[in-house]
């Protein structure tokens, strides 16, 4: 149960993160999957994929494939509904850490 409950909530902050770095620069499945386990995620393509697909739908990444050395990648990047989500998790996400950290 604790597990359960634990993935639920690092699935939103992987989301938060994601939104992060698709406004840095667009990036594929698999260096966000090498970047979220740098940072103690451990999570294979069959959670990650369906996590960015979602995102899509609700309009706050788009993708676009690019073929690299032979081979196609799917890049995602933040729309401007993305940017705007991000902006307000940030300010709800300083107080809310300020508060629970104190």
């Known amino acids: 149960m604790k597990n ?3 993935r639920k909530m690092f699935l939103a902050f992987m989301r938060i993160h994601i939104l992060h770095h698709a406004k840095k620069e667009a990036f594929f499945g698999l260096w966000m999957i090498d970047e979220l386990k740098s940072h103690g995620y451990e999570i ?6 369906p996590v960015l697909h979602s995102m ?5 990444l788009i993708s676009e494939e690019k073929t690299i050395d032979g081979k196609v ?4 990047s933040l729309t401007d509904k993305g940017a705007e989500v ?3 998790v940030k300010k709800k996400t300083s ?8």
């Open 56 to 60: 899509e739908a609700d309009g706050i």
């Open 86 to 88: 991000l902006e307000e």
């Open 73 to 76: 990648r799917k890049y995602y």
């Open 95 to 102: 107080e809310l850490s300020r508060e629970i950290i104190e």
């Open 44 to 49: 294979s393509s069959g959670t990650l994929y």
């Open 4 to 6: 359960s409950i634990l």
